[in-house]
């Protein structure tokens, strides 16, 4: 027994300072240091870990508890970013809107189905999801322009900016003052801006952001998800995602500091949304946190997660806005429409 308790805890020592280092994920860039980037990636479940040994040692009655008590309350911050306790407010108010961000993947779940049967059941239930969503306004990201002519034929809002070529989008019920650009040298990866007005005193800034995609292979994630550790090619295949990642990261980096540096310039109350591939424990995340309120962080509930894919418990799409504004309700609604989750949220002023 008692080397099963020593055991133990030394691997919950390990476990504490593996977790710390990916609590300094966010404070360091990629570009100083890339490998601490990755220990941020995996904090949900150090996190995870780090309760289950909490329980161990409570349930042996050790004063040992008391080192994921610690470590967990140290990294509450990086907790509520990932996993929401707030909630929404269900009252409405007289200054309020109602934003989606949605990076659709161009609706390939929706669409493209050469079962014309099984196609027709999937546009049926985006179309009613379209319908009692009247949002308004919608942040899109991986949007033609096929799709959006498409969503709105359901929703009818008038007014629409999408520059020529490049599929980010901000569509609205309100009319667009001024609009344009951050180019990011990419026709998928941008960001595109429009000032709404929203009321006859009141200008907004909307932003529909998609930084760069790390691009993970799917065979390669295939292969790390089956678990299959003696294999030579699930080795291969992670160090295969880690330097994609760590390259990817890096050019998230630079694009978001030229986004950061727009935002700054702003003459009105701002409001982000977007698909920013990062977790919230990342050097990204921070820099936009910094300046700007996460909807989740002050009004979402339940686990953040709004990647659909092969990866569990990624959260990397958000709704960042100004701290004049107010969040009434944010909900991530787990659809099956895209490899992302339609974000949603209500804001006041």
Request: proline share 4%.
């Amino acid at each position: 027994m008692k080397t099963i308790t020593g055991l133990s805890r030394w691997l919950n020592v390990l476990l504490i300072l593996t977790t710390f280092i990916a609590y300094l994920a966010p404070y360091i860039s990629p570009t100083t240091f890339w490998p601490i980037s990755i220990f941020g990636l995996a904090f949900p479940i150090l996190f995870f870990f780090n309760f289950l040994f909490f329980l161990y040692w409570i349930f042996r009655r050790k004063k040992y508890f008391l080192l994921s008590l610690c470590c967990m309350l140290l990294g509450w911050g990086h907790f509520t970013s990932n996993f929401g306790i707030n909630g929404s407010s269900a009252s409405s108010e007289k200054n309020e809107i109602a934003v989606i961000n949605f990076n659709t993947r161009n609706l390939r779940h929706v669409y493209q189905y050469k079962d014309k049967e099984k196609k027709a059941q999937h546009v049926e239930a985006f179309e009613n999801w379209l319908s009692t969503n009247q949002a308004d306004v919608f942040l899109l990201q991986e949007t033609s322009k096929l799709r959006i002519q498409e969503i709105n034929a359901i929703l009818s809002l008038p007014y629409l900016y999408q520059p020529k070529g490049k599929m980010v989008s901000i569509l609205s019920r309100y009319p667009i003052i001024s609009s344009g650009i951050v180019e990011l040298n990419s026709v998928s990866h941008l960001a595109v801006w429009a000032d709404l007005q929203v009321a006859n005193n009141k200008i907004i800034r909307f932003y529909s952001l998609h930084l760069k995609s790390s691009s993970l292979d799917r065979d390669a994630i295939d292969a790390v998800t089956a678990g299959k550790v003696r294999e030579k090619e699930t080795w291969s295949g992670l160090w295969g995602l880690i330097k994609v990642y760590k390259n990817h990261a890096a050019t998230r980096v630079g694009q978001s500091e030229k986004v950061l540096a727009h935002i700054r310039k702003s003459p009105y109350p701002v409001v982000v949304g977007g698909d920013f591939n990062e977790p919230p424990t990342s050097y990204v995340y921070q820099q936009f946190h910094s300046q700007l309120e996460d909807a989740f962080c002050t009004a979402g509930s339940g686990f953040g997660s709004t990647y659909a894919g092969k990866i569990p418990l990624m959260k990397i799409d958000y709704l960042f806005y100004d701290p004049h504004l107010r969040v009434l309700e944010h909900e991530i609604d787990q659809q099956p429409f895209s490899d992302h989750y339609p974000v949603k949220t209500r804001l006041s002023w």
